[in-house]
């Protein structure tokens, strides 16, 4: 079988930045998409969110940012396809990694094992983000809830909630940005376990760097990476003021339970509600990492930079600190000088490759 230098898997900001910098630096390497066209999560985003209403999508690299007012699950996923074409990127799709694990022989090498087959490397970048893996925190009575619920991951905008009286569950982004389109349209209820932080200043870059060393410090030292909006804060948008006006933005403290038609309030209270809306977040989809098992005992993977310190074939890039887009265009670069600094210490790629 065909050694590689290294593989990377998934094709989203994270993995397109690596895949750029690994081949000016002359590895060699593949990409592994799960997904069958290009975009990365982008490309699953539901449809009303237009690129106004992104938070920023930074360029890649050698790259002019993704601009346009269409939908991003649109304007994204065709910058991703030019950008793929233009640099020649050798991307593979659809090819789902089921895991990767090391190949037991006294190689060094690793096993990256695909619905498409097995490959051999020495080195692998794991880019895989956290779309694939919505969660939904277990509640008291939640299969026995007779309403639809949704979860951010398959919102099926506004319309669906019409007539619908909704609890929106989660204090972050996406549950700001959802109530401003459903409160609009039905009678909302906001549900979050801690009280929102609302941010009234202009976000300064202090803020935004706080944010990115809060998480950064929480991986180096092993733990889960955590949100970053607990530094950062909520806003509103002009886009939201509707649903505030309408109330939409009047917290409640997290209901006990779920019941047949409605939530049990934490003083007893039943409150009645005919659909819920998860906004509560997503996990890194680090599962096929398992075998490898990097995870510290304090439920996270420890990270010095983006190289895993238990396995330093293996690089994390769009994990923690950089799971945002600006973040994880710079992780790729740091990643393929990781990877090339790894492979020179092992004499398999020349210094000046
Ligand atoms: C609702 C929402 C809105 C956001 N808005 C913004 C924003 O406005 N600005 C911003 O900077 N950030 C935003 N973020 C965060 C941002 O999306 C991410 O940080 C960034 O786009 C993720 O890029 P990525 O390459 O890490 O992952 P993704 O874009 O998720 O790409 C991962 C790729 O890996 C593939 N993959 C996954 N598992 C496997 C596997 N086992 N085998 C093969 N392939 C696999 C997937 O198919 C996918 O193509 C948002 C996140 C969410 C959830």
Known sequence: MEVLDAVVVGAGQAGLSTSFHLRRRGVEHVVLDGDAAPG??????????????????AALPDAEAPTGDGPANLVVPASFAA???????PVERPVTVRRVEDAGDGSGLLVVHTDRGDLRTRTLVSATGTWTRPFVPSYPGRDTFVGPQWHTHDYPGPEAFRGLRTAVVGGGASAVQLLGEVAPVTDTLWFTRRPPVWRTDDFTPEAGRAAVAMVEDRVRRGLPPASVVSVTGLVLREQE?????LGAYRRRAMFTALEADAVRLPDGTREPVDAVLWATGF??????????????????IT???????ADPRVQLVGYGPSASTIGATRAGRAAARAVAAWLERRGDLSPTG
């Open 303 to 309: 990270l010095d930079g983006t190289t895993a310190v």
């Open 40 to 57: 990365g999560a982008w490309q699953h985003r539901w449809d009303s969110l237009t690129m106004r209403d992104v938070h920023g999508v």
């Open 241 to 245: 003021h509707a649903a505030a006006d």
């Open 83 to 89: 950008y793929e074409r233009d640099h020649q990127l």
């Open 283 to 300: 996990r890194p989809a680090v599962g096929h990492l398992a075998p490898l098992r990097l995870r510290s005992e304090r439920g996270g």
